[in-house]
Antibody, heavy 119, light 110 residues
Framework: EVQLVESGGGLVQPGGSLRLSCAASGFTFSSYAMSWVRQAPGKGLDWVSTISVGGGRKYYADSVKGRFTISTDNSKNTLYLQMNSLRVEDTALYYC????????????WGRGTLVTVSS | QSVLTQPPSVSGAPGQRVTISCSGRSSNIGPYDVHWYQQIPGTAPKLLIYGNTNRPSGVPDRFSGSKSGTSASLAITGLQAEDEADYYCQSYDSSLSGSVFGGGTKLTVL
């Protein structure tokens, strides 16, 4: 059974940093692209970033480019999202998902971890 | 303002058929596949349709997808109370070099 478990969310002040993690199991992690998708409270889905199979290519939404960094550790079957210079508008539930690539589909999703940016 | 345009809401009675549209442009839906997700309130999204028309294992055949030009549609036949959820379309946009979602459509089963 595919499982994706996000962690690392919390309350942070504007300008601060957080690192999200997504622990994967039930599939061959190194054979899948991995993505982060967020959902602000009461709003729709918003794609954030994707890392390709093998990690050679990384894609970012314009809204996070230069502030967020996606990475993987295949030895730990874990996906990360380093978030710097956080803004109030980054407040959201952050989901990780696996799939074929940046174009999708996003096959399986975790339950998400909540990031709140507030002073 | 989402790159892909969906109606905010649709509704139907049990047993009826409803469709949800997803409108895009030549940089996204035109050349690229459309995927659909179902999100029951309080839960994570679930892949419902991939590659415009394909259902993952376990998704009932009451759900079907189609694509024509720069638009796509999700159809749900034989509506059931458990279908009440938010539905999102998703594609790739070459001008943004990234994935894009529709704003979501809330389905109410009357």
């Amino acid at each position: 059974e595919v499982q994706l478990v996000e962690s690392g969310g919390g309350l942070v002040q504007p300008g601060g940093s957080l690192r999200l993690s997504c622990a994967a199991s039930g599939f061959t992690f190194s054979s899948y692209a991995m993505s982060w998708v967020r959902q602000a409270p009461g709003k729709g889905l918003d794609w954030v970033s994707t890392i390709s199979v093998g990690g050679g290519r990384k894609y970012y939404a314009d809204s996070v480019k230069g502030r967020f960094t996606i990475s993987t550790d295949n030895s730990k079957n874990t996906l990360y999202l380093q978030m710097n210079s956080l803004r109030v508008e980054d407040t959201a539930l952050y989901y990780c998902a696996n799939g074929l690539g940046v174009a999708g589909p996003f096959d399986y999703w975790g339950r998400g971890t909540l990031v709140t940016v507030s002073s | 303002q989402s790159v892909l345009t969906q109606p905010p809401s649709v509704s139907g009675a049990p047993g009826q058929r409803v469709t949800i549209s997803c409108s895009g442009r030549s940089s996204n839906i035109g050349p690229y596949d459309v995927h659909w997700y179902q999100q029951i309130p309080g839960t994570a999204p679930k892949l419902l349709i991939y590659g415009n028309t394909n259902r993952p294992s376990g998704v009932p055949d009451r759900f079907s997808g189609s694509k024509s030009g720069t638009s796509a549609s999700l159809a749900i036949t034989g509506l059931q109370a458990e279908d009440e959820a938010d539905y999102y379309c998703q594609s790739y946009d070459s001008s943004l070099s990234g994935s894009v979602f529709g704003g979501g459509t809330k389905l109410t089963v009357l």
